[in-house]
């Protein structure tokens, strides 16, 4: 397989898993071909690559400075925008986790604890569905809980290096 190739299809493969993830197909292929480049990339030079609008690769690029995992990067003479991704996959992984826990877990867990409070005396069917909100509210929490730990060991210079020492 080719250069050229192989790139095309991560950028690809990256695109179809981000839609898994929960992010637009185009953002995460923006992201694959901003963490594979050597360099940084144009706006433009973008938009050739993925075959997308301006429109288009402006609002995803938005998105992922958002998310804290790119970053524009200006060149000495040049009017153009470069784009650039977190290297460091220790790092990356840390900004998605602590990104997707505000935008979706947290959401998620403001709502369990709504409903799982609610007076429920009347039925056995209102018990059960404080019961079984309340467990499910108290599971997110914790998960949640050990992800925010993980993270805050990850970002401790002392928890990255008991890391790499387990490594």
Known sequence: ???KEAKNKFVQTWGA???QWGINKTMAQIHAL????????????IMDELQISRGNASMNL????DWGIVYKEFKAGERREFFT???DLDELAVKIAKERSKREIKPALKILKEVSTIGANDTAEEKHFVDQTSKLYDFVLKADNMMDKMTEFNENWLGRLVLKIMK
């Open 1 to 3: 397989m080719e250069f």
């Open 17 to 19: 898993l981000g839609s």
């Open 34 to 45: 901003l963490m594979v480049s050597n360099e940084a990339v144009s706006m433009e030079d």
């Open 62 to 65: 938005r998105a992922l400075m």
């Open 85 to 87: 991704a977190e290297k």
